[in-house]
């Protein structure tokens, strides 16, 4: 069955970078896109960013663009995303999500159990 | 695309059907049948149960249901049990950049 697995997170400081992975099983990875989506601490989902299917196309939250990166190696299976100048605004469990289509339909079908990224001094 | 508005707590008792709000504006939930509503249960990955305003996910019993007003789009569930205690969001998207969330719902079976 479709499976999503997060990891990478952990404790950096506020300026500090951290990559996030995800690892991909039981689906054709290289014919979906990819997202990555986040809950701060009592707040609800936020979506982060979007990749295509053969990484040409990119979306990203407007308070992350220019800090953030998303990436993909579909030989590898394997999603990620680079974080850099982290504030402690980031501070968050990250999910990786899986979409239903190669360039963004309006839903998620899957989702990860998350990797919890927390930024403080 | 503005944040949709979802009320921040429900409750109901076992047996009866409570619905869930999620207000847009004219030109998102108005316009487009692009809602999707997501359970998400303490500790676990959040999962699908509808999309396309009123599609279920596989696997999703058919006590979930969506439906549309105006600007207004429901999740109800019908015969609530303690299991379905989580919290709701609802989400728009047209299918590219952006994707919205509602600021969720926590429902609570009393």
């Known amino acids: 069955q479709v499976q999503v697995a997060e990891s990478g997170g952990g404790v950096v400081q506020p300026g500090g970078s951290l990559r996030l992975s995800c690892a991909a099983s039981g689906f054709i990875f290289s014919d979906y896109g990819m997202h990555w989506v986040r809950q701060a601490p009592g707040k609800g989902l936020e979506w982060v960013a979007f990749?295509?299917?053969?990484?040409?196309?990119?979306y990203y939250l407007e308070s992350v663009k220019g800090r953030f990166a998303i990436s993909r190696d579909n030989f590898k299976d394997t999603l990620y995303l680079q974080m850099n100048t982290l504030t402690t605004e980031d501070t968050a469990v990250y999910y990786c999500v899986k979409d239903p289509g190669r360039d963004g339909w309006s839903y998620f079908d899957h989702w990860g159990q998350g990797t919890l990224v927390t930024v403080s001094s | 695309q503005s944040a949709l508005t979802q009320p921040r707590s429900v409750s109901g008792s076992p047996g009866q059907s409570v619905s869930i709000s999620c207000t847009g504006t004219a030109s998102d939930v108005g316009a487009h049948n692009y809602v999707s509503w997501y359970r998400h249960q303490p500790g676990k990955a959040p999962e699908l149960l509808i999309h396309a305003l009123s599609r279920r996910a596989s696997g999703v019993p058919d006590r979930f249901s969506g439906s549309k007003s105006g600007i207004t789009a429901s999740l109800t569930i019908s015969g609530l049990q303690a299991g379905d205690e989580a919290d709701y969001y609802c989400c728009f998207s047209e299918g590219s950049y952006p994707w919205v969330f509602g600021g969720g719902s926590k429902l609570t079976v009393l």
């Open positions: 990749i295509g299917n053969d990484g040409k196309k990119e």
